[in-house]
C-alpha cells in the first residue's frame, strides 16, 4: 500500500471531519488547530498513517444526548439538553468537566471532549477524554432549583458513568455546590459510596486539597515556566486576566503569591480594573459568594473602576490569562495586546484565543501558551484526586501543591520538548499537539483497530 504524504492525509481527514460535522464551528476549530500542526510526527511516524489513527480519533467513541426534566421553585415544569461525549478511551477511563450554560450544544461538548484527550494525555495520568454538561443556564437559579437539576442530570448519566469508565468533573457553571448535589444522587441511585466518581467534591468528603485553585495555579505555573526559560520573572510584572469564575480567581490569587500584580477580572457584563491589584477577598465575596455582577466589586473598592462591555486587553499588561470562555480574545485584542509590550499569554479557559490572534502572537514572539497544556492542572489535580479515593487517603495541602507545581513543570518540559524535535523550537502549540498525540495514537496503535 502506497501511503499518502503527511500533508495529503491531513488534508483529506480534515475534509471527511468537515463534511461529517458540518456546523460544528467549534468542533470543527478545535479538529483544525490540532491536525494543522501533525505533519512533522506523521512524517516520522508513517505506522500511524497506516493505522488509520486520525480517522479514528476525530470520531468520539460515544456521544450522548438526553432530556433533562426538572421543576422551578413555581412549580413550573422545564426541560433541558443534556450532554457526555465520551471521546477517546485509549489511555485510560473517560476523564472530563460538565459544563452547565446556556450556550451549551453537541459542538460545543465535541471540542472540549476533543481537547481533553490532548490535554490528559499532557497530565501523563492515565486517563481518556470526554466531556459533558447542558444547556441549563444556573445563573439566577435557587439552591433548590440547581439540585433538583443537578438530580435530573444524574438519574440519566448513573447509567453511563463509574470510576473505571467516565468520570466527569466541574467546568463553567459547575462547582462544588454542583458536584455535591451530582453525587450524593449518584449514591442515591447506586447506593453505593464510589468516591473515585466524580472530581472536584468537597475537601470532607473526598475531595482533593488544591483542586478548586488547580487550574488557576496551573497556569500561572505554566507562564512562569515559559518566562523562566527566556530568563524572565512573573514578578514585578502586571497581568490582565478575564473573568472571575474559578480559574481566574485562582490565576489572580497566583500571580499575587509570585509578586506579579493582576489588574482585571471580568464576567459577561464588562470588566473591573483595579490599579491597586485585584483584593481577592472583594472578588470571592461577590463573585463566589453573592453570585453578584462583577460591577458590584467597583462598588466596594475606591481604586476599582467597572467598565461595561468593553474588553479586559484593552488594559496594558505585560502578562495576560484568559480564563472565561472559547474565542474571547480575537485578533483585534490580540493588536493592542501587543501594542501595549504583552510578553505572555497563558490560556487558563479552553481555546480563548482566535487562531487568528494565536497567528498573531506567535508571529510577535510572544510567549503563547495553549490550554490544553497551560491549564492541564485541574485535570491532573483531578486525577490525583482519584488516586487518594482508591487508596483512601488524604494528602496535605502542601502535597497537593507541589505535586500540582511538578506536573506543570513536566507539561511544559514535553510541549518545549515536543516543539524542539519537530522543528519549531518555542511554539507550544505544535509542542503540546505533537507530545499529546504521539502518546495516544502509540497507545491506539497497541490496543489494535477498535
Ligand atoms: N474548572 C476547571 O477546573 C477548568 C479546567 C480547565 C479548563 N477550564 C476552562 O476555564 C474556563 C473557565 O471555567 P471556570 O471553571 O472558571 O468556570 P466558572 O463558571 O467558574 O467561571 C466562568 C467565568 O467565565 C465567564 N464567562 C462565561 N461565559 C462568558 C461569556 N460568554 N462572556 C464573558 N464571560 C463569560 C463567567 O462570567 C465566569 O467569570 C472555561 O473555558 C473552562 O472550560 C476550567
Known amino acids: 500500500m502506497t501511503l499518502p504524504t503527511p500533508e495529503a492525509h491531513l488534508q483529506s481527514v480534515l475534509e471527511a471531519v468537515e463534511t461529517r460535522n458540518s456546523g460544528e464551528a467549534e468542533f470543527l476549530q478545535a479538529a483544525r488547530e490540532v491536525l494543522e500542526t501533525l505533519a512533522p510526527v506523521l512524517a516520522e511516524h508513517p505506522e500511524f498513517i497506516e493505522a488509520g489513527i486520525l480517522e479514528r480519533l476525530v470520531e468520539p467513541e460515544r456521544q450522548l444526548i438526553f432530556r433533562v426534566p426538572w421543576t422551578d421553585d413555581a412549580g413550573r415544569v422545564r426541560v433541558n439538553r443534556g450532554f457526555r461525549v465520551q471521546f477517546n478511551s485509549a489511555l485510560g477511563p473517560y476523564k472530563g468537566g460538565l459544563r452547565f450554560h446556556p450556550t451549551v450544544n453537541l459542538s460545543v461538548v465535541k471540542f472540549l471532549g476533543f481537547e481533553q484527550i490532548f490535554k490528559n494525555a499532557l497530565t501523563s495520568q492515565r486517563i481518556g477524554g470526554g466531556k459533558g454538561g447542558s444547556d441549563f443556564d444556573p445563573s439566577g437559579r435557587s439552591d433548590a432549583e440547581v439540585m433538583r437539576f443537578c438530580q435530573s442530570f444524574m438519574t440519566e448519566l448513573v447509567h453511563r458513568i463509574g470510576e473505571h469508565t467516565d468520570i466527569p468533573a466541574g467546568d463553567i457553571g459547575v462547582g462544588a455546590r454542583e458536584i455535591g448535589y451530582l453525587f450524593g444522587q449518584y449514591r442515591r441511585i447506586t447506593q453505593r459510596y464510589e468516591a473515585g ?11 482533593a486539597e488544591v483542586r478548586t ?62 490599579e491597586e491589584g485585584i483584593d481577592l477577598e472583594v472578588l470571592k465575596q461577590v463573585k463566589g459568594v453573592e453570585r453578584a455582577r462583577i460591577s458590584e466589586y467597583a462598588a466596594r473598592r475606591p481604586s476599582a473602576r467597572f467598565v461595561a462591555g468593553g474588553s479586559v486587553w484593552d488594559v496594558p499588561a505585560q502578562l495576560a490569562f484568559p480564563c472565561a470562555t472559547q474565542n474571547e480574545l480575537d485578533a483585534e485584542a490580540a493588536r493592542t495586546l ?51 479515593n482508591a487508596a483512601r487517603s488524604r494528602w496535605d495541602r502542601d502535597k497537593s501543591e507541589s505535586r500540582l507545581h511538578g506536573i506543570m513543570r513536566d507539561v511544559h518540559e514535553a510541549s518545549y520538548a515536543a516543539s524542539e524535535r519537530y522543528g519549531r523550537p518555542g511554539d507550544y502549540v505544535l509542542g503540546a499537539n505533537s507530545a499529546a498525540f504521539v502518546t495516544v495514537a502509540q497507545a491506539m496503535l497497541e490496543q489494535g483497530v477498535i
Open 197 to 207: 466518581v466524580l472530581t472536584g467534591k468537597g475537601v470532607g468528603w473526598g475531595g
Open 213 to 274: 485553585e488547580a487550574t488557576g495555579y496551573g497556569a500561572v505555573f505554566f507562564a512562569e515556566e515559559m518566562l523562566l526559560r527566556a530568563g524572565e520573572a512573573i514578578e514585578g510584572r502586571h497581568a490582565v486576566v478575564s473573568g472571575s469564575g474559578n480559574v481566574a480567581t485562582y490565576a489572580i490569587e497566583k500571580i499575587q503569591q509570585l509578586g506579579g500584580r493582576a489588574l482585571t477580572a471580568s464576567d459577561s457584563s464588562g470588566y473591573i480594573v483595579d
Open 338 to 388: 501587543l501594542k501595549n509590550g504583552v510578553r505572555a499569554v497563558s490560556e487558563g479557559a479552553n481555546m480563548p484565543t482566535t487562531p487568528e490572534a494565536v497567528e498573531l502572537f506567535q508571529g510577535a514572539g510572544v510567549l503563547f501558551a495553549p490550554g490544553k497544556a497551560a491549564n492541564a492542572g485541574g485535570v491532573a489535580t483531578s486525577a490525583l484526586e482519584m488516586s487518594q
